[in-house]
């Protein structure tokens, strides 16, 4: 299966980064054709400039990020590996999305709706931490596994879209923290 990982995470030495090189070492077992983005590492700029923006809406709008909108539609699963930080993604994160899930790639817009153009997507899997509780997340909604849940089932038609997530973060000790790489091990032996 073609893999697209994409990992969003200033730290080297963070706990991200740990369930990055999981995910990483556990799909090297498989035989996967595994493509890696590291935003940080890539230098990925996420601003949207004055052009960009002003061609947003147009068909032929791709060429500053090309080489991203390849890696997607290449990809026939997508693993998102990112802390949530403020109810969202980290910005860098975020401005891939504005950047490179243009309306030219994503979908046809018209009279009848929303046609998904990003079919080749057939798993998505988000691995995210976060510092909020997970009873907290809950009373609220989880706007964050709501968001990116409903908008990539919006483009992609993927009916296989798993949300995997480390709530409390700041506050749990280093058991529980192995005890979620394991979980993420086996979610990817299982991918």
């Known amino acids: 299966m073609k893999t697209l990982v994409v990992f969003a995470h200033p730290t080297p030495e963070s706990y991200n980064a740990s369930i990055f090189k999981v995910v990483s070492d556990e799909l090297e077992t498989k035989e996967f054709e595994v493509q ?13 400039s004055t052009a960009e923006r002003r061609t947003y809406m147009d068909k032929d709008n791709t060429a500053t990020v090309e080489k991203y909108v390849q890696q997607l539609q290449w990809a026939e699963a997508l693993i998102m590996i990112y ?10 994160l975020k401005g891939w999305l504005d950047r490179v899930w243009l309306p030219s790639v994503v979908a046809d817009f018209g009279p009848e709706g929303v046609k998904p153009k990003l079919t080749n997507l057939k798993k998505i899997l988000i691995i995210t931490t976060q510092g909020a509780s997970r009873w907290r997340m809950a009373l609220i909604g989880n ?23 480390l709530y409390s973060m700041d506050k749990i000790a280093k058991p529980q923290l192995s005890q979620f790489l394991d979980k993420v091990r086996q979610k990817i032996q299982r991918f």
């Open 83 to 92: 802390p949530t930080w403020w109810m969202g993604p980290p910005a860098i």
């Open 36 to 48: 890696v983005l590291d935003l940080y590492k890539e230098n990925f700029e996420p601003r949207m």
């Open 143 to 165: 706007p964050p596994r709501k968001m990116m849940r409903l908008s990539l089932k919006a483009v992609t038609k993927c009916r296989d879209i798993d949300w995997l997530a």
